[in-house]
């Protein structure tokens, strides 16, 4: 559905630095984004750019944190935003392997 005010209040639940709380919100943000392609290369709508700052803060996220639960979370949070993007992803994955 890409609400944003889902993925707001999703975010700051993320945020509390939980475990357990940041896997579930981060999997549930996924699921809010689902097949949005937020992030990529060819998003271009002003939604999609507001998303795409979202999924950097994302990314961002999980490189600071420590949880190994909210790691795991955030990329399949990422996983189900690129969901039947293809080719559309690559570049994500490209920036995710380095």
Do not use: F, P
């Not at 889902?6 to 639940?13: G, I, M, P, R």
């Not at 998303?51 to 639960?69: C, D, M, P, Q």
């Amino acid at each position: 559905s890409c609400d944003l005010e889902v993925v707001s209040e999703l975010k700051e639940l993320l945020y509390t630095d939980s475990a357990v709380a940041g896997e579930a919100a981060s999997i549930a943000m996924g699921m809010v984004l689902v097949g949005s392609g937020a992030g990529n290369a060819n998003s271009t709508s002003a939604s999609n750019e507001e998303l795409g700052e979202i999924v950097a803060e994302l990314r961002n996220y999980s490189r600071e944190t420590h949880h190994e639960k909210i790691i795991r979370g955030i990329a399949i949070c990422l996983a189900l935003v690129n969901y039947g993007q293809e080719e559309n992803a690559d570049a994500m994955i490209e920036e995710m392997r380095g």
